[in-house]
Structures are given as C-alpha cells and as structure tokens.
C-alpha cells in the first residue's frame, strides 16, 4: 500500500492548489461580464439546452443502419487476429456473415431508407 | 462441417427468411410468402426426422444436441409455423401489414426456438429464446395503424426484457456456482455439492425457472399475455400461445433435467407453485372476460400450468406427459384461434358468436371440438393431455395439487362452454361471416384431426414422447 501513498498526496496537492486558484480568482478577481465573455469557449455546441429540441426521425434510421456496420467491424477484428489460423473455412464462415448482413442492408436500401426526403 | 448438419431444420428457416427480406419489395402483393414458408417449415420438420435417424449427437463444443426430445419439439414448432402462416392471410389483408417481412420474421422466430430445444448449454438457449422473443416483439406491433397493438408491443417487449435480465441473471450465478454453462458439466459439478447446500445456487435456479415461466406465461409471470394476445392479431396470439409455451416448457424440461436434476426437490416446490398458481388464476380470472382472445390469453396461462404439472414429477416420464400436453395443446389452441381468425373483427368479442351454428354449422362443429378438447372432455386430446399429466403429478405424491387441477378443470367448463351455449343457443345477431379460405380450412381440418386422434387413441405419441 506505502507506494500508493504518494500518489495520494499529489492527488491531494494537485486538487489543492487547482481549487484554491479557481476560488481566489472567483473572490478576489474583478468582474465585468459581457454575453460574449459568458459563453463557453470554443467548446462545439452549446452545452445546456432545453429537451423540446427536436430531431428529424431520419437520423434515426442513419444510426440503425450504422450500427448495422458497427456490429459487422466488431466482428471482422477478431476474425483478422486469429485469420491464418482459421483458415479457409474462416473465410466462408465470414463471407456468409457478411453476406446475411448485406441482406439486411440490400432490404433497407431497397425499401429507401437511404432516401432523404 | 457435419456440426452443421445438427442444424438444417434452422438453416432452411433461416435460409427461407433471408430469401423474403431479399426479395421483399417484390412480393408484397403475392402468395409467395405463405408459400415459401409452409415449404420451408415443412422441409425443415423432414430434415428434422430426417437428421435423427444418425442417432443421438452433440456438436459445436457440446452446445447443441441432435435427440429424441429436441427433433419432437422441432416438428411441432415447424407445425406451429406452417399452421400460422396458412390463416395468416384474412388478418394480413385487413391491416395492410408487409406480407413477407411478417413472414421472415415468423420464420426467424421459429429459428430460435429450435435453437432454443436442440441447446444442451444455456447460452444458446439464451440466444435461441432472445431470436424468438425479438421477433415476437415485432410481430405483436406489426399492425403499426393501430395504438392497441403498439400499446401491447410495447407493454410485451418491456415485460420480456424483464424477463430475459432476470434469465441472464440466473445464468450468470449459474456459471458462478459451477464455473460452466453446459448442462451435463453443471449436473457433474452440481453432484459434488450437498443437495440444497448452496443457496446461491437455488437463487440461480429460481431465477432461471422464473426466466423460463415467462415465456410460458405462467403465473406470476403471466401479465403480459393478456394485453399481447388481445394487442396482436389473432394468428400472432395463436403463434405465441402455442410456438413460445411449447418451447418454454421444452427448455424448462430440458433444464430441470439435464442440469438442475440434482435439486430436484427444490424444482418441484418452484414448479408446483408456478403449477397451482396458474391453473387458479388462469381458471378464475378467465371467467369474467368478454374478449375472446383475452379469454384465450387466460386459458392459456392455465394451460401454462396443466403442462408443467407433468415436470415437477422431475422424471423422464413426467417429461414425457408434458410433451404430450405441449403437442395436443398446440393443435387444439392453433385450431380455436383459427377460428377466432377466419371470422375477423366479429371473431374478437365473446358476443361475436351468437348463432355462429345456425350460419355456419361446420364452423362451430369444429370449434365446440377444439373447446371441448381445451376444457379436456373425452373424446378429445385434451382429455389425455390432461390425463397423463394429472397422473404423473399424483404418483409424484403431490395429491393437493391434482385435486386442485380437476377442481378447475370444472371451473374452466364454465367459459369455454359458454361459447359453445352462445353459438348454440342463441340466434344470429350479425350477417353470416364469409366464406372461410382453403387455406384456414386446412389448418381447421389438421388441428382438428390431432385433436381427435389423440383423443381416440392417445398413446399414439408415446413412441415419440422421450424425454431427454
């Protein structure tokens, strides 16, 4: 346990001194807020918003269909680890997996999920 | 390669709704769909007999296994499957719903359930009954126009996420117990320890028997057939009432005793509770209902509870009485439903069947035999269903219950009488229903043939009937 004291105490030290210079800047330091100064900076979109936001229902089927790929590279990783020792047989088990997933994607596609009206 | 052949019957289900979501967009309009899967399922229950002449095999690492019990329930799901498919029609073309997407994904279903039968470890079971499950999820929404039948979709999917996390769960303790999921390795390891010595282990079978009451409906695990039978069409019910109890109780059968049979004290407690419980609520609580597919919801938990009386015996003959019961009742509950079915809108209220024998006499035959078999009056199958497994619970010992059994047997008398006295005795109040399609009279014709068949002669399945 004795090493994992050290690390403690810079942990300690570290939340320390980040607290005490984040709280005498709020204290000590002066104040001229402008609506400019107040947003986050350069931060992407803005982090609170109400939850009536609405989003087209089209990027919902986007996400399904990516996930349709996401599951199929899952897959292929651990397949590419251990290729040579599966051997050919390895190769079709994956051809067919791979082919029953396009299926569900050549249905998708043809039903004109991919249309964006 | 020949572990794959332990498999055929679910790779030409599979292979078939593959070929209909491929071809989907094409063959809305067409009888394609039916067609392709009546074959499928019917080739499939050939292969299925077919594959068991090799024998008795395991394959995949000892995760499947190509047996007696596995092939029985194999031929009743490809049963289940054909006989819902051919009165699927009437209900399809009522509600606009896609033909061979509906079709694909009774193929798939069943897929799952005969993974879930031939599985000799509890991961592919898991796997088998979540294909099922997923699919049936869908099924009971696929009438997407109406809020009743996403209200029961959504209800039912909840429910069956309940209950998968709490079979899952019990698994998981399972392997925690034993260090294995395999059924033989865990009846080996479970040998070593003192019977009823670790609790753990009993949490681990109580929450796999509760996983498992789920799917058959049983009691208090039922809540969710009513509102899903009554939300669904009626061939979506019928495919539920009979595909998933049947393979609930074959897992059930198959885990009490190929892994669990050590504790089989402990599992007949659990399983004659779940037993009594439904054949009471199921029995009481049907009495008040006026919607006939609530009432085929509620019959069906009891039923639930007929079968598994045959399983607390927890011997290879009270498993055989249940497969028993599984296959009559199958018959006899596709075959009221597809009554239920042909006669559309009117079909859904009790009322509905005022006078159904003065306008179609051959019709309410058919049904009066299919209830008379559910109540389990001779001559029918129902009443030697009843009968071995009622036996079976009395040589257990378990006297109580079978009084209890017969008691509501009784009881049930009551509401599935009532519509033979509503068909019977009462004049029409509505127009004539139409002519009924080949296809529903076949299904009508076929379950009603079992359904006698049984009854006249009913140890015509014990050859069939082995138990794992």
Request: glycine share 12%.
């Given at each position: 346990m004795n090493e994992y004291i050290g690390i403690a105490v810079s942990f300690v030290l570290a939340g320390g001194i980040a607290a005490a210079m984040v709280a005498l800047g709020s204290t000590l330091g002066k104040k001229h807020p402008t609506s400019e100064k107040l947003a986050p900076f350069e931060c992407g979109n803005d982090p609170f918003s109400l939850p009536m936001g609405r989003l087209a229902i089209k990027f919902y089927l986007t996400a399904i269909l990516f996930i349709l790929f996401d599951v199929e590279l899952v897959f292929l990783y651990p397949w590419a680890v251990v290729y040579r020792a599966l051997g050919s047989v390895g190769l079709v088990e994956m051809g067919v997996f791979l082919g029953v997933l396009m299926v569900g994607f050549v249905y998708a596609w043809d039903n004109g999920a991919l249309k964006w009206q | 390669m020949s572990d794959l052949a332990l498999l055929v019957p679910e790779l030409i289900l599979a292979g078939m709704a593959l070929a209909l979501i491929l071809?989907?967009?094409?063959?809305?309009?067409?009888?394609?769909?039916?067609?392709?899967?009546?074959?499928?399922?019917?080739?499939?229950?050939?292969?299925?007999?077919?594959?068991?002449?090799?024998?008795?095999?395991?394959?995949?690492?000892?995760?499947?296994?190509?047996?007696?019990?596995?092939?029985?329930f194999k031929v009743l799901i490809a049963a289940t499957l054909a006989l819902t498919a051919l009165f699927s029609a009437r209900s399809l073309e009522g509600d606009q719903v896609p033909r061979a997407e509906y079709h694909a994904l009774l193929l798939l279903s069943s897929t799952g359930m005969m993974l879930a039968v031939s599985s000799h470890d509890l991961l592919p079971l898991y796997l088998g009954l979540e294909l099922m499950t997923l699919c049936s999820y869908i099924l009971v929404g696929i009438r997407v126009e109406r809020p009743a039948s996403n209200e029961a979709a959504i209800k039912y999917f909840l429910l069956g996420s309940f209950a998968s996390a709490v079979l899952i769960y019990g698994i998981s303790l399972t392997y925690g117990v034993t260090g294995t999921t395999d059924f033989a390795a865990i009846a080996s390891a479970l040998s070593k320890h003192g019977t009823g010595s670790n609790l753990l282990l009993l949490v681990a079978i109580g929450l796999v028997a509760g996983g498992l009451a789920f799917k058959i409906?049983?009691?208090?695990?039922?809540?969710?057939?009513?509102?899903?039978?009554?939300?669904?069409?009626?061939?979506?019910?019928?495919?539920?009432?009979?595909?998933?109890?049947?393979?609930?109780?074959?897992?059930?059968?198959?885990?009490c005793l190929a892994a669990y049979g050590s504790e089989a004290r402990f599992l007949s407690v659990v399983l004659a509770g779940l037993a009594g419980l439904s054949i009471v609520v199921g029995s009481i609580i049907a009495l008040s209902q006026t919607d006939m597919k609530r009432l085929l919801a509620y019959s069906s938990i009891a039923?639930?509870?007929?079968?598994?009386?045959?399983?607390?015996?927890?011997?290879?003959?009270?498993?055989?009485?249940?497969?028993t019961?599984?296959?009559?009742?199958?018959?006899?509950?596709?075959?009221?439903?597809?009554?239920?079915?042909?006669?559309?809108?009117?079909?859904?209220?009790?009322?509905?069947?005022?006078?159904?024998?003065?306008?179609?006499?051959?019709?309410?035959?058919?049904m009066l035999l299919f209830l008379m078999?559910?109540?389990?009056?001779?001559?029918?199958?129902?009443?030697?269903?009843?009968?071995?497994?009622?036996?079976?619970?009395?040589?257990?010992?378990?006297?109580?219950?079978?009084?209890?059994?017969?008691?509501?047997?009784?009881?049930?008398?009551?509401?599935?009488?009532?519509?033979?006295?509503?068909?019977?005795?009462?004049?029409?109040?509505?127009?004539?229903?139409?002519?009924f399609p080949a296809a529903v009279f076949a299904v009508l014709?076929?379950?009603a043939l079992v359904t006698l068949i049984g009854g006249l002669s009913p140890g015509s399945l014990a050859r069939w009937a082995v138990s794992p």
């Open positions: - | 071809a989907a967009r094409r063959i809305q309009e067409t009888p394609v769909a039916v067609v392709g899967t009546v074959l499928a399922a019917m080739a499939a229950a050939l292969a299925a007999g077919w594959v068991l002449s090799w024998g008795d095999k395991t394959g995949f690492g000892g995760m499947i296994t190509l047996d007696g019990y596995s092939q029985f409906a049983a009691v208090p695990l039922h809540a969710w057939a009513p509102d899903a039978y009554q939300g669904a069409s009626a061939p979506v019910a019928a495919f539920l009432a009979a595909g998933s109890k049947a393979v609930g109780l074959a897992a059930m059968g198959r885990v039923h639930a509870g007929y079968a598994l009386l045959g399983l607390v015996a927890g011997t290879g003959e009270g498993a055989s009485a249940t497969m019961y599984a296959f009559f009742y199958v018959f006899m509950t596709l075959g009221t439903f597809g009554v239920v079915a042909a006669l559309g809108e009117r079909g859904e209220k009790l009322d509905g069947y005022r006078g159904l024998a003065e306008q179609r006499p051959g019709i309410a035959l058919l078999s559910l109540t389990g009056i001779p001559p029918t199958a129902g009443f030697a269903a009843k009968f071995v497994v009622i036996l079976s619970a009395v040589r257990a010992g378990y006297m109580a219950l079978a009084v209890l059994a017969v008691a509501c047997s009784v009881v049930s008398a009551f509401f599935y009488m009532r519509v033979a006295v509503l068909m019977y005795m009462n004049g029409p109040q509505e127009a004539a229903p139409a002519r014709a076929v379950s």
